[in-house]
């Protein structure tokens, strides 16, 4: 381990509700119990390495605001740095998790074997990380969209030759993911897309793509991979139009290919809201369909159209999901990653730790909130008491396969079924949540 790169943050404490420590944790704290289980149990928190460690602050009208020592130049020597004040991040911080692409760790190299080298090399030094600081790896994924091999697709690429540089990627990640005791592999299809249908074969892409996770989960058996494959849905940026563009897009790409029940979800509260949803649809269809993976819990701007990759900071965005999540039984292999990184003025060592501290105890927030609306139970009692009817009667004969349209049809002709309005009662409901926030 080198010189620590962050000298002026301490290891971040928990400090309570009324703390005025910026460098403290409000809510967040580790050990807490919550529902029988540890909160880090619950939220499985990952820090990014490539918002966190990567990104300098660029955007597309201008250049590099954040300078890291370890962005002094491409070699390995840099690499090695960069892994260091990650590792120095995540104990600081108390993260139990991070995630990375292959393209974040290390230098792509001048060859495909100079390539997997450097992160064999980069893969033995995170392991050390792993066991020196106990901060495990939530997913690893490979970076098929910022080359520009993949400028027209990297799976779904009109040359198959890209196609192969993909299963390259992806074969090297997966097992280094397995290795390094990894427990999800992401597909994230940045390029997976078109720009324009004019020049675009949507049958051929979809069926290129299908073949291509067909080969990841073949890979993942093979190898004796025990974690989830997810893919993560976006529906637009860098694209036009990406293909896996929501969950239930997602969803029917997996039935057509035959692969569901092998990919999950991995659900990013920006990308719900890119796709007009809100998150906690995206969530509520992922668990209503077995689709329910992991999180990137990084937020967009509402004046904003674009993937900003903000922290969280309001806990009432995130009550509802958890209270989902903890109704659902809980996350298994997945976690809450923050895909998000700091403002292009947000120069500082220190703001990488307050993106952190706030994101934290934002989701701890929403957390303890969901654990008081699942004690309380009217919630889950409004929503069954509406569904009641199913229980008994027609209901329960409709859903046991006990009547026809004829015999429900005869029913209603006979004047023996006599529908009563019933209120929502959405303004009550959306009161009783309040009094949890
Ligand atoms: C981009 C995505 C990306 C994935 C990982 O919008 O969120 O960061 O999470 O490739
Ligand atoms: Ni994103
Ligand atoms: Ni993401």
């Known amino acids: ?82 892994l260091d004040a990650a590792f120095e991040a995540f104990e600081k911080l108390g993260a139990p998790f991070f995630c990375f692409h292959d393209v974040d760790a290390v230098p792509a190299g001048n060859s495909a074997r100079e390539f997997a080298e450097n992160l064999n090399h980069i893969a033995e030094r ?60 992401v597909l994230w299809g940045g390029r997976e897309g078109y720009e324009t249908l004019l020049n675009t074969d949507l049958k ?13 989960v073949e890979h993942k058996q093979k190898i004796g991979f025990k974690g989830t494959l997810l893919i993560e849905p976006k529906p637009c940026e860098p694209t036009k139009h990406q293909y896996d563009r929501d969950a239930a897009t997602v969803h029917a790409f997996l039935q057509r290919h035959g692969l569901e029940g092998e990919i999950k979800l991995n659900l990013e509260v920006n990308h719900a809201t890119l796709a007009g949803h809100d998150f906690e649809h995206e969530v509520a269809y992922a668990i209503a369909n077995g689709l329910l993976g992991s999180f990137d819990a990084n937020r967009g701007d509402p004046r904003l159209g674009w993937d900003t990759d903000q922290f969280p900071n309001d806990h009432r965005d995130m009550a509802m999901v958890l209270y989902r999540v903890l109704q659902a039984g809980g996350l298994t292999t997945g976690g809450f990653n923050f895909d ?8 500082d060592a220190a703001d990488l730790f307050h993106g952190h501290i706030g994101g934290m105890d934002t ?47 005869d029913k209603v002709a006979q004047g023996s079924v006599d529908p009563q309005p019933r209120s929502g009662r959405q303004e009550a409901l959306e009161n009783l949540v309040n009094r949890f926030l």
């Open 1 to 82: 381990m080198s010189a620590p790169f962050f000298p002026q943050i301490p290891t971040i404490p928990f400090a309570g509700p009324d703390s005025r420590d910026p460098l403290a944790f409000r809510y967040y704290d580790a050990d807490r119990m919550v529902m029988g289980k540890r909160m880090a149990d619950h939220l499985r928190i990952a820090i990014c390495y490539w918002h966190s460690f990567c990104y300098g602050g660029a955007d597309p009208f201008g250049q590099q605001t954040i300078h890291w020592p370890w962005m002094a130049g491409h070699s390995i020597e840099m690499a090695d740095m960069k």
């Open 126 to 185: 995170m392991a050390a990380g792993i066991e020196r600081t106990g901060c495990r790896l939530l997913w690893g994924t490979a970076n098929l969209f910022s080359h520009p091999r993949y400028m027209a697709g990297a799976a779904t690429n009109p040359d198959p030759e890209v196609f192969a540089w993909a299963a390259f990627q992806v074969r090297n990640m997966l097992d280094v993911t397995h290795r390094l005791g990894g427990e999800n592999y």
């Open 204 to 216: 051929r892409e979809s069926d290129q793509l299908g073949r291509f996770l067909s080969l990841v």
């Open 340 to 347: 998000a990184h700091i403002r292009r003025q947000s120069i």
């Open 363 to 409: 989701l701890a927030r929403g957390l303890l909130a969901a654990e008081a609306m699942i004690a309380d139970g009217q919630l889950a009692k409004a929503v069954d008491d509406r569904y009641a009817g199913w229980q008994c009667g027609v209901g329960a004969n409709v859903l046991d396969r006990n009547e026809s349209l004829e015999s429900l049809a």
